[in-house]
C-alpha cells in the first residue's frame, strides 16, 4: 500500500509528457487544462486526429487512470482519438490545496461539459463518444443526458 501511494505521488510530480505514436496524424499530449476554476488534466492520444474522439471518464470519483492508460487503451489509440480526463480530485487533478467539499455531482457534469466544449474545439470536431465505468459510466450518462 505504501508502495502504490509512493508512486501515486511521484507520477502527480513528474511534468506533462506521454511517448510520441506514429501514424498518418498523431497527436500524443498530457496537458493541463482550466477547468472549473481549476486545473485539470487531459491525455490525448490517438495515430490519426482526424479519428472519432473517445472521452472516457475514469471510476472512482477521485480513481486516476492515467497511469494505467498505456496499458488498458493503447488498442483503441488506433482507431479512435483517446481522451483520459483526470477529474478533479485525481491523480495530476489532486492538487495539494484541494477541497474534496468541490467534489459534488453538479459540480463533475459542468466540469465534463466544459471539457467536451474544449476537446471540440482542441480538436476540431462536433462529436464526441464517452465510454466510462463505474463512476464513469454515471458521469458520462448525465452527460450526454443534460
Known amino acids: 500500500m505504501l508502495l502504490a501511494a509512493a508512486l501515486v505521488l511521484g507520477w502527480k510530480a513528474l511534468p506533462g509528457r506521454t511517448p ?3 501514424g498518418p496524424d498523431p497527436i500524443a ?4 487544462v482550466q477547468i472549473g476554476g481549476m486545473t485539470q ?10 479519428a472519432p474522439v473517445l472521452l472516457w471518464p475514469h471510476g472512482g470519483p477521485g480513481a486516476a487512470q492515467m497511469p494505467l ?14 481522451v483520459h480526463w483526470g477529474q478533479r480530485g485525481a491523480g ?19 466540469d465534463a461539459h466544459a471539457v467536451t466544449r474544449h476537446l ?4 476540431g470536431t462536433d462529436r ?6 463505474s463512476w464513469g459510466a454515471i458521469l458520462g450518462a448525465r452527460l450526454v443526458v443534460l
Open 128 to 133: 464526441l463518444l464517452v465510454l466510462g465505468y
Open 92 to 110: 495530476k487533478s489532486s492538487p495539494s490545496d484541494f477541497d474534496p467539499a468541490n467534489m459534488t455531482l453538479e459540480q463533475f457534469v459542468q
Open 120 to 123: 471540440q474545439a482542441r480538436l
Open 69 to 82: 492508460a498505456h496499458a488498458t487503451t493503447r488498442a483503441l489509440e488506433c482507431d479512435f482519438v483517446v
Open 41 to 50: 488534466w487531459l491525455l490525448i492520444r490517438g495515430k490519426d486526429r482526424s
Open 29 to 32: 499530449v498530457l496537458e493541463p
Open 20 to 22: 510520441a505514436l506514429t
